[in-house]
């Protein structure tokens, strides 16, 4: 290969490289519901299952496969890391919780927001088609990484997401912000089932 094929070859992979990353820094484009809902009450509504352990996301999916039921809907996603024995969002129990939450969240304005949440244990949230939380495991209230997003016009936004608690404590919050600001708590009214 001759030096002027290899800076050739060099300058494409940089330049295919610097596109990787240009492409993986876009924010995430979000889809609105369609058609727009109306008439929704307030909160998310969810659905839990109680299994002997719980450790992963995927066995969380598996837990839900058996025997579910409906829990009171979440008021929001603004659930503060509990005492040890207090029960989690709105079920039943305090440990080994799964939970199928799904809904509608609301964004005022169009625009690029970041996402993030808090959780306590593992975490799968999907808003307007696009994965904008995910962790696989277990940890204290800890974040999720920050996800940007692309919100096209205000409206409502599709929301579903898988949760599970394993042992002790537990939390869940989604937090959003306009891009160039620090994410803030969303509040409850943001939400709708």
């Excluded at 990787?20 to 299952?49: F, H, M, N, T």
């Excluded at 005492?83 to 304005?109: C, H, M, N």
């Excluded at 209230?141 to 920050?146: L, M």
């Amino acid at each position: 290969m001759s030096l002027k094929s290899a800076a050739l070859a060099a300058g494409l992979i940089t330049g295919l490289a610097l596109s990787a990353v240009s492409a993986l820094a876009a924010p995430l484009k979000l889809q609105p519901a369609d058609p727009q809902p109306s008439g929704l009450k307030p909160g998310l509504s969810v659905r839990y299952a109680y299994p002997a352990d719980v450790k992963t996301l995927a066995s969380a999916r598996n837990a839900l496969k058996y025997k579910t039921e409906r829990g009171a809907p979440l008021s929001g996603l603004d659930y503060r890391d509990t005492e040890l024995g207090q029960p989690v969002l709105t079920s039943k129990r305090s440990e080994r919780v799964v939970a199928d939450i799904w809904g509608y969240v609301r964004f005022d304005k169009p625009g690029v927001y970041t996402i993030d949440f808090l959780t306590n244990d593992g975490l799968n949230a999907v808003v307007g088609g696009q994965v904008v939380g995910h962790f696989d495991g277990r940890q204290p209230c800890e974040e999720t990484f920050a996800v940007e997003v692309e919100v096209p016009k205000a409206g409502w936004y599709p929301l579903e997401a898988l949760w599970f608690q394993r042992t002790n404590t537990a939390c869940l919050h989604m937090r959003a912000g306009p891009k160039g600001k620090r994410p803030k708590w969303m509040p409850n009214a943001a939400f709708g089932h």
